[in-house]
């Protein structure tokens, strides 16, 4: 018999915690519930709960769980990497080494700020991204870059301001930003990215309204969901329309080095070290389970970010940080980057192959060049969220785009990823999700 326990066990093996989030949200979307309100009782702690928690989106089910147990499922819900091409045995040896001969530092608090040694590491890694003027001093260390987005909205926003964000985004920053009570605002963007002639007219549009804008939020490389990259030609003009308004870019950058073909378009950090704060992460190029992210904040913002940092998680984790540093210093991890560029290729290949012989008409995609993740879009007025049902049904599970975006409502589009599944159930996922999304197309003709 499957316990609550063992089911939370298999989803965590089956659907990464970011897809449990993302079909959380989608559900919560498809099926909304009054702000503040619990959905199985009310209890009189309810009258203590914050505004803010209400903005924190809630599962209206746990089928979630329930849809991972199936035997023979394939997920293209989850964008986990392929940590099977890592040297285990060799990592997990470094990590009895640390503990042995360096297990009073690696074990105690440590800085806020964290390690100067993975500070001046993280320099190296953002060279090899494009950015060639880092100061470790401006370096702040955090759990994840998502962490490092709950930091910047802590510190620049209140509530009622204004956090523009591409659509669709990642759903982790939609789930944090909101919860500070921000106004998130989407801005349209195309197979290039954000447009920007669509960046100006949102900013005057809100300025029109007296709206206060503090950041725009942007993953312009291979954007999760959607893993659009954004052009060369527009990432200075994105800069430039922002400095013009007194708004501060936030550009998360965690796929950037996992470009197939290795060769790199330049970060918006690159050229304008004081109007982008940047932030990075090792989930997608090491480990995701150290939770070791890091945002180069510019110089004059630094000590208040760091401040703040520290108030939510006192010190990041000293263990994990000497372990990503023994990897950077003793492993080959450039050369890892490049095992994940081809393994990363060939499965977005096999999807791409797959979607183009088993794809009805009328179904568009994505035809990403690095990342994670294939974006498809439906026919106006299809809702992909019932469809998720019906693909469990087929053997198949996505997470369908309301998890993506600001607005509230059904959504055409639903995001399939290729990072953890190998050709051939790509193949098959695909060969699966297609009559399902065929009898969509033609109920709505």
């Known amino acids: 018999m499957n316990t609550p326990d063992a089911g939370a066990n298999a989803a965590a093996e ?62 293209l819900a989850g964008g986990n990497p392929y940590l099977q091409s890592l040297p285990l045995e060799r990592l997990a040896t470094t990590a009895a080494t640390i503990i042995a001969d360096h297990g009073l530092e690696a074990l105690q608090y440590g800085g806020g700020q964290g390690t100067l040694e993975l500070r ?31 930091v910047a909205a ?25 919860a500070y009570e921000v106004d998130v605002r989407p801005v349209a963007g195309d197979e290039n990215g954000i447009i920007p002639s669509q960046l100006r007219s949102t900013i005057a549009s809100l300025q029109s309204e007296g709206k206060r804008i503090k950041l725009l939020y942007t993953i312009p490389n291979f954007n999760n969901p959607s893993g659009v990259m954004l052009a060369p030609e527009r990432r200075q003009e994105i800069v430039d329309i922002c400095r013009e308004a007194n708004i501060l870019v936030m550009e998360d950058n965690p796929y950037g080095l996992l ?6 378009p330049e970060p918006l950090r690159a050229a304008n070290p004081e109007d982008v704060l940047y932030l990075g992460s090792f989930s997608k190029i090491f480990a995701p389970g150290l939770r070791i992210g890091w945002a180069l904040v510019p110089a004059h913002l630094k000590q208040r970010y760091y401040l703040a940092s520290e108030a939510v998680t006192l010190c990041p984790p000293t263990f994990n940080q000497l372990l990503v540093s023994d990897y950077l210093r003793n ?36 035809r990403p060049e ?3 993740f294939v974006w498809l879009t439906l026919p106006d007025g299809i809702d992909s969220y019932p469809l998720l049902y ?55 003709s």
């Open 14 to 75: 089956t659907l990464s915690e970011e897809a449990v989030d993302a079909l959380t949200r989608a559900q919560s979307s498809a099926v909304p519930t009054a702000a503040g309100t619990n959905s199985a009782t009310d209890h009189r702690h309810d009258a203590l709960l914050s505004a803010r928690a209400a903005n924190i989106k809630q599962s209206a089910v746990r089928d979630v769980f329930e849809i991972s147990m199936q035997p023979g499922l394939v997920s």
């Open 390 to 444: 019906a693909g469990i049904d087929a053997g198949v599970v996505f997470v369908p785009g309301a998890a993506f975006s600001a607005a509230e409502g059904p959504s055409n589009k639903l995001r399939l990823a290729f990072s953890a599944v190998p050709p051939e159930e790509l193949r098959e996922g695909v060969k699966r999700l297609a009559p399902v999304l065929a009898e969509a197309v033609a109920n709505h």
């Open 154 to 178: 802590k510190v620049f926003c209140d509530p009622g301001d204004v956090i523009l964000l591409e659509d669709p985004t990642y759903v982790g920053a939609l789930n944090t930003f909101e």
């Open 259 to 264: 470009k197939f073909d290795g060769v790199l």
């Open 120 to 150: 001046t590491q993280i320099c190296a890694v953002m060279a090899a991204e494009g950015i060639h003027d880092a100061d470790p001093d401006n370096v702040v260390i955090t759990a994840g870059s998502q962490s490092a987005q709950d």
């Open 370 to 372: 690095g990342g994670f």
């Open 331 to 366: 492993y080959d991890w450039q050369g890892q980057i490049s095992t994940y560029r081809a393994l990363y290729a060939e499965r977005c290949a096999a999807l791409l192959a797959a979607l183009d012989e088993y794809m009805p008409a009328g179904v568009t995609w994505t």
